[in-house]
């Protein structure tokens, strides 16, 4: 191979030699480094995140000494800026930025690297305030009302916000003491708590919530004391005792009313007869409706009657009825019902 044929080659390698990977080199925004023409430079950021952009921040310094008088800087694409007011002067200073150039609005800013974190819009005194910029295209310090004097203003726009009070963001103190005291997780059985743990609440009911469809959320339902409320053990409000009804003749009477859009689903009985003949009581959901179940009463006799299971009304708004097979001198009947819808 002959020598003037590599020298391509060898050119485009010598292109390449000096290349090399760059990083990120984090600076002190007081502190910038000075480079000269031809040196490599790799991408500057400060120690907040921000990127250290090339050239100067945009600022200009102004004055206001008459009513309405301003000062105002174009801040399109700068993450935040800072306004000092000095001189000697009387009136009040707003601070105000544009979206569209046009129409103002107050800007509310901070004391430029100070502790606390409450927003200002207006000053009466000279100081240094920073502020977000959030978009705005322009910011400006407005006065009105003026009373004398010549306020200096100088207006600076920030190409980062910084991180640290000192660079114009302010921090929240806390006045007192701070503990670590909190427990988190399960408490052991039997443990007594303590440190005031997050205790784990409910909801107390006093009537029947809505029905659910299925693939609907329910809440549990508990009552006023925290227990939790099953099918049988209905919340305490929805637990009935009927009036006692006293039946002698074969008429079939009602024993517990019809309650609107509720199931009255019947719990127990209690019955007396205190006649000298013995009786067949026949029971029903609904008025002239089939017979559910029947108890013997015997003469002179009080029976409580537990039902083995709920017996369910087939219908809301309807009641349930009692009717003596044999009439006697004096049945009486207390019935104990739980509302469902």
């Known amino acids: 191979m002959k020598i003037p044929a590599l020298l391509p080659l060898l050119l485009s390698l010598a292109l390449l030699l000096p290349l090399?990977?760059?990083?990120?080199?984090?600076?002190?925004?007081?502190?910038?480094?000075?480079?000269?023409?031809?040196?490599?430079?790799p991408l500057f950021i400060y120690q907040n995140g921000g990127l250290a952009v090339t050239g100067t921040s945009p600022s200009v310094t102004g004055t206001a000494g008459a009513l309405n008088?301003?000062?105002?800087?174009?801040?399109?694409?700068?993450?935040?800026?800072a306004i000092q007011v000095s001189g000697t002067w009387a009136g009040t200073l707003s601070f105000q930025s544009t979206i569209n150039g046009t129409d103002w609005v107050t800007h509310n800013g901070t004391v430029f690297g100070g502790a606390s974190v409450t927003n200002v819009s207006t000053?009466?005194?000279?100081?240094?305030?920073?502020?977000?910029?959030?978009?705005?295209?322009?910011?400006?310090?407005?006065?009105?009302?003026?009373?004398?004097?010549?306020?200096?203003?100088n207006i600076r726009a920030a190409t980062s916000v910084g991180g640290?009070?000192?660079?114009?963001?302010?921090?929240?103190?806390?006045?007192?003491?701070?503990?670590?005291?909190?427990?988190?997780?399960?408490?052991?059985?039997?443990?007594?708590?303590?440190?005031?743990?997050?205790?784990?609440?409910?909801?107390?009911?006093t009537a029947?919530?809505?029905?659910?469809?299925?693939?609907?959320?329910?809440?549990?339902?508990?009552?006023k004391i925290g227990r939790e409320v099953g099918a049988?053990?209905?919340?305490?409000?929805?637990?009935?005792?009927?009036?006692?009804?006293?039946?002698?003749?074969?008429t079939e009477t009602t024993i517990?009313?019809?309650?609107?859009?509720?199931f009255n689903d019947l719990r127990g009985l209690i019955l007396t007869n205190t006649s000298a003949t013995a009786t067949r009581v026949d029971f029903r959901t609904?008025?002239?409706?089939?017979?559910?179940?029947?108890?013997?009463?015997?003469?002179?006799?009080?029976?409580?009657?537990?039902?083995p299971v709920v017996a369910k009304q087939a219908t809301v708004n309807t009641a349930w009825t009692a009717q003596l097979g044999t009439a006697v001198t004096d049945v009486r009947i207390t019935a104990f019902t739980i509302q469902v819808n």
């Open 20 to 41: 090399r990977a760059q990083q990120a080199v984090v600076i002190s925004p007081t502190s910038p480094p000075t480079l000269v023409e031809g040196d490599k430079s």
């Open 69 to 81: 008088a301003s000062v105002e800087l174009t801040v399109a694409g700068a993450a935040g800026a």
């Open 123 to 153: 000053t009466t005194g000279n100081g240094a305030w920073a502020f977000r910029l959030a978009g705005a295209h322009k910011i400006r310090a407005f006065m009105s009302p003026y009373t004398s004097g010549t306020a200096t203003i």
């Open 164 to 205: 640290t009070a000192s660079e114009g963001l302010a921090t929240q103190p806390i006045s007192g003491s701070v503990t670590a005291t909190g427990v988190a997780g399960a408490a052991a059985a039997g443990a007594t708590a303590s440190g005031n743990p997050v205790q784990v609440g409910v909801i107390a009911a």
């Open 208 to 223: 029947i919530q809505t029905a659910r469809t299925a693939g609907q959320i329910v809440i549990p339902a508990f009552d």
């Open 232 to 250: 049988y053990e209905q919340i305490r409000d929805l637990t009935t005792m009927a009036p006692m009804v006293t039946l002698t003749a074969t």
């Open 256 to 262: 517990v009313a019809a309650t609107a859009a509720i």
């Open 286 to 307: 609904v008025a002239a409706g089939t017979v559910v179940f029947s108890v013997w009463l015997p003469a002179t006799t009080t029976l409580t009657v537990a039902l």
